[in-house]
């Protein structure tokens, strides 16, 4: 049937199931706009108080659900401030598909009222990206969008559609979209039974588990490995949930803000198994001190991260849960006993700590945990609050943390919380902020209170830029350049003024009863939480040391 190019758009969004777009209209995409609104009970539009907002709600989406997160944005300066939600879908492997319109193929390159090249400019933060000037091939190109960005190693896809494609009429063909089947065209019987020799062969394995196991949805089977291996276990910020966070094998975070027990153990283990990691450089520390008594074995999706960062003594490309699968038949069941019984007196020595009393950030997060009973979908900002998050809520199932890891988006938060909540209407959905990161994109208060979301937005306000003053007090003499905010913003009425209720908190007793209430809410509600401005985060390493040289505040003191 003959169909205009807006049509077929909103025609290839039902065919792969989308059920919510993030979005916010102008002239280049009103046509793309005029078709959403005559499908408006099939494709759910949220529209955000800033494009980049949207772009981070369909990021949100999709690492609440695992389903590629779609976000709409107008010509120039709408599709330019989607490129830091694109950047932290990259950086992250989060399928998101963009969908930005232009000026007409005539006017492209003339300089046309807002017209920008979008495609050039997200070309290095996109797994793929297409400009469609030929409206017969636009459904292929949607379809293909969509393809690449959940295949493999997902990530964002941008399609750049020119307006008077969305106008001009062409032949539409409906088609069935089948899933995609997982990658494990290059797990080879070799690659496997050279695995099973070192971990055979290994008297102190230690397991890594990063946010390729979420992504492949290998919980069940990582922990049959586990449990069959006898190997403790550490996990990256991208891997929290992977690995039951309360299981008795499990040791914290490894790397720069990791655990004593997680970077002490991996700097001592004869075998470190790498699932599904990149090996970042704030978890590593010094690379050329990294687990330096270890053999690596590495299992990962892309090829390119292999060798990459760490080199590695054996490797399987592929697809987590497919890996697992096939080694747990291959693996006898493993005793390491006495390796273990060492890492949990480190476990017991050097557990995670802070001062008891006052109100602080991991007595925050502390009592979310309690009150929400570990169930909630915590997402963050970046910076102090960030690493409390992922130190002090116990994380039992995959997707429940959502946060920016390798780009470090402030203002990420609230936007990914708005998508995240969207996706699990049935879930507590709770944002951490720090004041720095919220004033980014609290207009985003005013989206949740427009689609009525129970969301749960926390900040822990501490009147400074608190990671950076943390570095300058340990690295910069004290010298406070540009990070106090002595200022008078008022966050609770900003709340108020937006429409959703805002609470103060200046100690426990008054964070436990807002946040008691704030669970009661069918609205949004802030709790703006006072801490003092000097409180870290540990434990710590500095950059450049490796990760066996962690330290904390008893350690400066003596």
Same mark, same amino acid.
């Given at each position: ?18 059920? +919510? ?153 409906? /088609? ?74 499990? +040791? ?6 990791? +655990? ?49 960062? /760490?080199? +590695? ?25 006495? !390796? ?23 007595? /925050? ?79 985003? /208060? ?24 943390? !570095? ?87």
């Amino acid at each position: 049937m003959q169909m205009t190019g807006a049509q077929i758009v909103i025609e290839c969004l039902k065919e792969q199931g989308v059920d +919510t777009v993030f979005g916010y209209p102008g002239g280049a995409i009103l046509n793309v706009y005029d078709e959403l609104y005559k499908h408006r009970h099939e494709i759910k539009h949220v529209l955000t108080s800033h494009e980049q907002g949207a772009s981070h709600a369909a990021d949100g989406y999709a690492r609440a659900t695992g389903k590629a997160g779609v976000c709409l944005a107008t010509s120039g300066p709408g599709a330019t401030n989607l490129v830091t939600g694109i950047a932290t879908a990259y950086m992250d492997s989060v399928p998101v598909v963009a969908l930005t319109c232009n000026v007409g193929v005539s006017l492209l390159g003339k300089d046309s009222f807002q017209e920008i090249d979008i495609a050039g400019i997200t070309t290095p933060i996109t797994k793929h990206n297409f400009i469609v000037k030929d409206v017969e091939k636009l459904a292929e190109t949607i379809r293909r969008a969509f393809r690449i960005a959940q295949k493999g190693r997902p990530g964002p896809v941008l399609v750049d559609i020119p307006k008077d494609i969305t106008e001009k009429k062409t032949e539409f063909q409906p /088609i069935v979209v089948e899933p995609e089947e997982r990658y494990a065209e290059n797990i080879t019987e070799e690659a496997l039974e050279h695995a099973v020799k070192l971990i055979q062969k290994s008297h102190k394995p230690y397991l890594f588990v990063g946010g390729g196991a979420v992504i492949s949805g290998a919980s069940r089977e990582l922990l049959e490995f586990v449990e069959k291996v006898q190997v403790p276990v550490s996990d990256s910020l991208m891997g929290k949930g992977a690995f039951d966070g309360n299981h008795k094998l499990y +040791t914290g975070m490894l790397g720069m803000h990791g +655990t004593k027990t997680s970077n002490y153990g991996v700097s001592e283990c004869d075998l470190l198994i790498a699932v599904g990691v990149r090996f970042s450089d704030r978890v590593t520390g010094n690379a050329k001190k990294f687990a330096k008594n270890a053999k690596i074995l590495q299992f990962d999706i892309d090829p390119a991260e292999i060798n990459k960062n /760490i080199v +590695t003594d054996a490797h399987i490309v592929g697809d987590i849960k497919e890996i697992l699968t096939r080694l747990n038949q291959r693996i006898d069941q493993q005793d390491h006993a006495e !390796w273990i019984a060492q890492i949990m007196e480190y476990k017991e020595k050097y557990p995670l700590k802070y001062v008891d009393h006052g109100l602080t950030g991991p007595y /925050i997060i502390e009592e979310i945990y309690r009150q929400t009973k570990g169930d909630a979908v915590m997402v963050t900002e970046v910076g102090q609050h960030q690493m409390w998050a992922a130190q002090y809520y116990k994380y039992r199932n995959p997707r429940t943390l959502i946060t920016s890891g390798g780009l470090g988006t402030m203002g990420y938060g609230l936007g990914a919380a708005i998508g995240a909540q969207i996706a699990n209407p049935d879930k507590q959905v709770v944002n951490i902020a720090g004041d720095g990161c919220f004033r980014m994109n609290m207009n985003e /208060i005013a989206t949740a209170v427009r689609q009525k979301l129970p969301l749960i937005q926390v900040v822990v306000n501490n009147h400074v830029l608190g990671m950076v003053r943390q !570095w300058q007090t340990l690295f910069y003499q004290k010298h406070y350049s540009a990070t106090v905010l002595d200022d008078s913003v008022d966050f609770v009425k900003v709340a108020e003024a937006m429409g959703a209720v805002g609470i103060r908190a200046a100690s426990r007793e008054e964070f436990q009863q807002a946040f008691a209430k704030a669970l009661t809410s069918e609205m949004p509600v802030l709790i703006d939480c006072m801490i003092d401005s000097d409180d870290k985060v540990w434990p710590m390493v500095a950059p450049g040391r490796a990760i066996s040289e962690a330290f904390d505040g008893d350690d400066i003191k003596e």
